[in-house]
């Protein structure tokens, strides 16, 4: 079964300061998504990856694609309190697409 | 275009009631997906559907059935609802993947079942 492990769990930082987050797998992707989502809505698709070492910027973020396409991170450079909510990566194998668990933010004004 | 829309958007049931989610999408979309989201569990594959008539399990699929009468249509069904299914349930679209197209996912604003 392949799992999609994202780290941290949970993170409350103060705006203005960076951060990284993780998703792993012991297994390769051909595609990789992230999406966020915000509290009583569903997940909107923020990008998605597909090349190894593959980077993609959308205004603060930066979003990478590991070389070995096992894995990706997120980082928000001066985040704000609009950025807060739930970021999900997901993993595309063949027909199957696998969800990550999230890691939940906060940035505190 | 309204997207990806879910009707009710919360619901009580009693154990044992049934009820059926409706999902509706307006971007010609051929893949459907109904997720249920549980606290410290992530979002969890129900049923997909590839195209009109075809459905197929995912994860999660006992108690629950679908039906993908139309294209734009994907309705999720609990015949006995039980309180194991209290949940949020989203709904999503994809187009066919192909050139440039990776299965991105559209989701609907969910659907807040609870079964007492």
């Known amino acids: 079964t392949q799992l999609l492990e994202q780290s941290p769990q949970f993170l409350s930082i103060q705006e203005g300061e960076n951060l990284t987050v993780y998703c792993n797998s012991s297994?390769?992707?051909?595609?990789l998504q992230w999406y966020r989502q915000e509290p009583g809505e569903g997940p909107v698709l923020l990008v998605t990856?597909?090349?190894?070492?593959e980077v993609k910027k959308l205004k603060r973020l930066t979003f990478q694609f590991g070389d070995a396409r096992k894995d990706s991170s997120l980082h928000i450079t001066a985040a704000q309190p609009g950025d807060t909510g739930l970021y999900l990566c997901?993993?595309?194998?063949?027909?199957?697409?696998?969800f990550g668990k999230g890691t939940r933010l906060h940035i505190l004004p | 275009n309204a997207g990806v829309t879910q009707t009710p958007k919360f619901r009580v049931l009693k154990t044992g009631q049934s009820m059926t989610l409706l999902c509706a999408q307006d971007m010609n979309h051929e893949y459907m997906y109904w997720y249920r989201q549980d606290p410290g569990m992530g979002l969890r594959l129900i049923h997909y559907s590839v195209g009109e008539g075809t459905t197929a399990k995912g994860e999660v699929p006992d108690g629950y059935n679908v039906s993908r009468l139309k294209k734009q249509n994907f309705l999720l069904g609990l015949e006995s609802a039980a309180p194991s299914q209290t949940s949020v349930y989203f709904c999503?679209?994809?187009?066919?993947?192909?050139?440039?197209?990776?299965?991105?996912?559209?989701f609907g604003p969910g659907t807040r079942l609870t079964v007492t």
């Open positions: 999503a679209s994809s187009y066919l993947p192909g050139q440039g197209i990776w299965y991105e996912q559209y």
């Open positions: 990856v597909v090349t190894g070492g």
């Open positions: 997901a993993g595309v194998e063949d027909d199957k697409i696998i």
């Open positions: 297994s390769v992707f051909s595609s």
